[in-house]
């Protein structure tokens, strides 16, 4: 939800709290959501995110995007292990002996942590009732309207997230759009490179198999 439509929420909610009396035995809850305006899964989620960090991708970026779902703890612990863990013992090491900073570890477990607090909400279905939000947007005059309007139809969700990456790109890693091209053909390059180093792990191992069960 866009943080612009919670304010004008609270906003608006501010004004009605301030002209009408509720029952107090009747708590007035609003659920600034968009259940039943706009659902998104979140497979609609990843999906959107792996089209947008390809158009508009981050600087020098190490491996390309992936994110593999699974409801099995076990699955979830040997993958965080293999995909997060590991490599992050390694560029830490490299950037350690380089003399930087280590980071990547303590970043895969706060990662981790974060994943593990948000399995129950992200594998659940969740369905929030938003009729008191959609009452309110009858009672705001016509002339304010326009400046006021907290409907969600008005928003383009894959906007939203285009300009979420931008804005992380330049408020929080401090890129320049301008190097956005250099961005793309680094990503190209990065994409045929995971792909290659993919294809020949897997060969690699078949190989391996096969010469295992020929012994």
């Given at each position: ?46 999906k959107m995110g792996f089209q947008l960090t390809k158009e508009i991708p981050l600087e020098g970026i190490v491996w390309t995007p992936n994110t593999t779902l699974t409801s ?66 009858t009672l705001i005059p016509p002339k304010d309207r326009e400046v006021f309007s907290i409907d969600i139809l008005n928003i383009d969700i894959k906007d939203m997230y285009r ?53």
């Amino acid at each position: 939800m866009p943080v612009d439509i919670v304010i004008k929420g609270i906003i608006i909610t501010t004004w009605q709290l301030g002209l009408n009396t509720f029952p107090t035995d009747q708590p007035f809850i609003l659920n600034c959501a968009s259940s039943n305006k706009k659902n998104l899964s979140l497979q609609g989620v990843i999906k959107m995110g792996f089209q947008l960090t390809k158009e508009i991708p981050l600087e020098g970026i190490v491996w390309t995007p992936n994110t593999t779902l699974t409801s099995s703890s076990i699955t979830y612990y040997i993958l965080t292990i293999l995909l997060h863990i590991l490599p992050a013992m390694l560029i830490d090491l490299i950037l350690k002996l380089a003399k930087y900073q280590p980071m990547l570890i303590k970043m895969q477990r706060k990662i981790y942590v974060a994943n593990c607090a948000l399995k129950h909400f992200a594998y659940n279905e969740w369905k929030f009732e938003n009729n008191n939000v959609m009452k309110l947007l009858t009672l705001i005059p016509p002339k304010d309207r326009e400046v006021f309007s907290i409907d969600i139809l008005n928003i383009d969700i894959k906007d939203m997230y285009r300009n979420g990456i931008i804005g992380a790109k330049l408020y929080l890693l401090h890129e320049d759009m301008n190097r956005l091209d250099a961005a793309k053909t680094h990503r190209k390059r990065m994409d045929l490179f995971v792909t290659t180093l993919k294809t020949i792990t897997i060969i690699g191992l078949l190989w391996m198999i096969y010469k295992w069960i020929c012994t």
